[in-house]
């Protein structure tokens, strides 16, 4: 019996191949015919064209040539979509990876950014291989606004220089508060055609998103600013004059210089890269769920990112990701399943192959306006305001992330936001625990009993010897200090005490050791202890603690308790 109701309440648990089965699998096996492919073809042409752009706005501002962007959204996002779990993640250069990846250049160059990215590809397998995808979902929500937006005020600040043009004296600063020295004294060199192709790019896309929102308006904002640019002979920057145009073909697979100091020196930036690529792929395919009402595998999608981050590294690509604005777009386009992803890739191939020597002319403040809407869009600033005015514990934690991912640092921002998030939700915890007797204010109706059990008691309306007191809530080292002062008062009052653990859901080990020493004083001051309700775990945990016969006894309810007390001779515990 205890079986088939274990078996009811407790679904078997899937096997390695069923969790590590790409959707892609999934999707074909359901059966997909013409009608599933012509709406995966629609959808990834649309995605295409939006990444198209993104792509290399997103590889310049990293610091690493346009066709970077392009290597990651084509190598990286077809394998994303092609071994992972989610129907609808679209994968490639992300905006949030724009600070790691530009400092890690600075600091490593190219190569060292190839091998961290191949590094951090390594240990996504590992996280999704050994199932720890599960507990990156349990980052706080006020830790992934903060985080968010501080990332868009980041990429945002890295883009003023391209939207206006400016020439700065030197290298421009990675931290926020020199940048903005650095910009604020390169004033004087603002470029006003880089400026007006900026402002026409931000503008259109504005207007385009306002009056038509089917169109691919980041795509056509660029042609239009680059017609601008070419039509007038606009002395603005352009991705021809800076890094010579972008190849018309991918470069073959090849290994970065690897050696056992190389890979210590890049170590942090790996790790960096694997935990913000984890964050933000399971996010993206968080949202996906959400648009769509399906559910993504975790762990099977982190081992696609982790696939895709090493192939994109071979081929000279940057950290591949899953992307919101993009898989979103996905969805809203009417993607079937992941076959649209890998329909995205290889359009994007084919765009580079023809299209290659258009980019040339692409001025680059009108990739630095693509950003700047890009952040403007990152910044959930409903979101944000409403976290400030819910509770002053989440507004603490998005703002301690928000302030220290802008002046400090990523990893230490989601480090410090998810300890205060952690640490708010201990308290809240405990302090939703609560020891009272067991008077409820309102009796719950039961049928009448029958036979021996219907006679009226009177010693349970009468019996001074016997306090009964009930714990609800979590009780673990939280709350211990709570539970232990009031069981301290309460356990010498009297000859028999009763305390009730069936309303507990959770019990720990410092719970355990706070029954242990009331149960000890009980016993010193000759008190009969029973614990009455507790779950197969607790009693296993209390039981492991020392919490057995003869210092305490078990019973399965308060009524089983009141029974064994009467039957119990005087003295026996």
């Not at 291989?129 to 890295?158: D, E, H, M, N, Q």
Request: glycine residues 8%; aromatic residues 8%.
């Amino acid at each position: 019996m205890d079986r088939t109701r274990r078996a009811i309440h407790q679904p078997a648990q899937p096997t390695f191949s069923e969790l590590f089965t790409p959707k892609l699998v999934t999707v074909l096996r359901e059966g997909y015919t013409s009608e599933h492919f012509k709406a995966d073809a629609v959808a990834g042409l649309t995605v295409a064209i939006v990444a198209l752009p993104l792509s290399m706005a997103i590889a310049i501002a990293s610091g690493v040539t346009p066709e970077r962007g392009l290597y990651t959204a084509i190598i990286g996002g077809f394998l994303v979509s092609a071994l992972g779990g989610s129907r609808f993640q679209i994968g490639g250069p992300a905006g949030a990876f724009i600070v790691l990846v530009a400092a890690t250049v600075a600091r490593v160059g190219v190569d060292g950014l190839l091998l961290a990215t191949m590094m951090a590809g390594i240990f996504l397998l590992a996280i999704g291989y050994l199932r720890l995808g599960t507990y990156i979902k349990f980052i706080p929500y006020p830790v992934t606004v903060g985080f968010t937006a501080g990332i868009a005020v980041i990429i945002f600040s890295g883009q003023i220089v391209e939207l206006f043009g400016l020439k700065l004296a030197g290298k421009e600063p990675g931290p926020l508060v020199p940048k903005l020295m650095a910009i604020g004294e390169a004033a004087g060199t603002i470029n006003l055609a880089a400026t007006s192709v900026a402002v026409l790019t931000i503008v259109a896309i504005a207007l385009m998103k306002r009056w038509r929102p089917k169109w691919p308006a980041m795509l056509i904002a660029i042609g239009l600013a680059s017609l601008v640019a070419a039509l007038f002979s606009l002395p603005a920057e352009t991705i021809g004059t800076r890094f010579g145009g972008i190849p018309r073909s991918l470069q073959m697979p090849a290994f970065p210089p690897i050696s056992f100091d190389r890979a210590i020196d890049v170590l942090p930036d790996a790790i960096a890269f694997a935990l913000l690529g984890a964050i933000e792929s399971l996010l993206s395919a968080v949202v996906a769920d959400g648009m769509t009402g399906r559910r993504h595998r975790s762990n099977c999608e982190l081992v696609a990112q982790g696939f895709a981050n090493i192939a994109s590294a071979l081929f000279g690509g940057i950290c591949t990701t899953g992307t919101i604005a993009r898989t979103a777009t996905n969805v809203r386009a009417g993607a079937h399943g992941p076959v649209s992803g890998m329909i995205h890739s290889v359009l994007l191939l084919a765009l580079m192959l023809v299209a290659a020597p258009l980019a040339s002319y692409i001025p680059l403040a009108a990739l630095a306006g693509v950003l700047a809407v890009v952040c403007w869009n990152m910044f959930e600033k409903q979101a944000f305001a409403t976290l400030l005015r819910a509770s002053r514990g989440d507004a603490l934690v998005l703002m301690a992330t928000f302030l220290i991912v802008i002046f400090r640092d990523l990893t230490e921002g989601i480090v410090v936001g998810f300890a205060l998030g952690s640490i708010l939700f201990i308290d809240r915890m405990a302090k939703s625990i609560a020891v009272e007797p067991d008077q409820r204010l309102v009796q719950d109706d039961v049928a009448d009993r029958t036979g021996a059990d219907s006679a009226y008691d009177s010693s349970e309306a009468s019996d001074a010897d016997t306090v009964v007191y009930r714990i609800s809530g979590a009780f673990f080292f939280g709350a211990a200090s709570t539970v232990a002062t009031v069981l301290d008062r309460i356990a010498d009052q009297r000859k028999n005490f009763i305390l009730d653990c069936s309303a507990v859901p959770f019990f720990d080990s410092t719970a355990a050791n706070v029954i242990e020493g009331a149960a000890y004083k009980a016993r010193r001051a000759g008190v009969r202890f029973i614990i009455s309700g507790a779950s197969p775990q607790t009693r296993r945990m209390l039981i492991n603690h020392g919490v057995k016969r003869p210092l305490v006894t078990y019973a399965a309810s308060i009524r089983d308790a009141r029974a064994q007390l009467k039957k119990a001779p005087p003295g026996e515990v």
